[in-house]
């Protein structure tokens, strides 16, 4: 018996990264999944986006964990697209238990960004999880057996970034958002939640764009070169924590496990957000060279 049998878990930017490690994290205890992706890029993110051929494969790799998976490829921006996937879920599984409100990119800019970036950003990160909440709660309500939302903020949703100034105040709107919608969820025992990551060992990372961010490159920044900055961000000796980790977050947090908990701004952060001022003791002896 897996702890989401008999749940249906729609779920946005599945093709890759947290999304489809959420689909299999949630398939591999019983749910069935319905994803969607962008499927091409966007200006305001300097890396690539998830394509139809990483869509197919999170599919693939659902179906090996013996369970159905439904996919369609669809802008969170586009209220149209997301509801009818919603229909076609309830068309196919008759409900709709779980709601991740995943999909998200990153843009590198302080205040000076174009404003077409910054509403790319806003957008997709904080519009497009209100539109993902909006497009499945109907179904949920009429339902009649509660359910779980789970949105993806971030370690900047709690707590300022640098050069991340779009990025961060979508990810604090999300916190707002997820606040919201659990005091007016809660009489539909509807809870809503958020999980606060620190840097993620998925494509949002690792690209040339953000590892040189991190690494003060102008270019040619490797995995390695951001090994030690990434790993000052963290209280806890480790850079990149992986997406199954906050998968298992997910799914506490859909399981009869989290029944009672809502409203919550999770950090899965390796201690990110309460890191003292100050250099880390570790990162101290590694500079100094001990």
């Not at 591999?28 to 494969?57: F, K, N, Q």
């Not at 904080?126 to 539109?131: A, D, E, N, S, Y």
């Amino acid at each position: 018996m897996g702890r989401m049998d008999g749940k249906v878990a729609f779920i946005t930017g599945g093709g890759r990264g947290q999304g489809r490690s959420h689909a299999l994290r949630l398939a591999a205890e019983g749910a069935r999944i319905v994803i969607c992706d962008l499927g091409h890029d966007v200006d305001a993110c300097p890396y690539p986006l998830s394509t139809e051929a990483d869509m197919a494969e999170t599919v693939r790799l659902v179906e090996e964990r013996d369970q159905r998976c439904l996919s369609a490829i669809a802008d969170v921006r586009d209220e149209a697209a997301l509801t009818t996937l919603a229909e076609r879920a309830m068309s196919e599984f008759g409900r709709i238990d779980v709601v991740c409100a995943n999909a998200g990119i990153a843009s590198i800019g302080s205040y000076d960004i174009p404003a077409e970036h910054w509403d790319q950003v806003l957008d997709i990160n904080l519009k497009g999880v209100w539109l993902a909440c909006k497009a499945a709660i109907p179904h949920m309500i009429a339902g009649g057996q509660g359910g779980s939302i789970v949105m993806t903020s971030s370690a900047a949703g709690l707590n300022p970034f640098y050069n991340f100034m779009a990025y961060t105040a979508a990810k604090h709107g999300v916190i707002g958002l997820m606040r919201s919608l659990a005091a007016e969820l809660a009489p539909h025992s509807i809870r809503v939640n958020a999980i606060c990551p620190t840097m993620v060992n998925t494509g949002m990372i690792r690209n040339e764009a953000i590892q040189n961010l991190f690494a003060g490159k102008e270019s040619g920044a490797t995995p390695e070169d951001i090994e030690f900055p990434a790993k000052t961000l963290n209280l806890l000796p480790v850079s990149l924590i992986e997406a199954v980790d906050l998968s298992n977050a997910v799914l506490y947090l859909s399981s009869e496990e989290g029944r009672y908990v809502t409203g919550v701004a999770l950090p899965v952060d390796a201690g990110s957000t309460i890191q003292p001022a100050g250099i880390p003791p570790w990162s101290f002896e590694a500079l100094m060279g001990g």
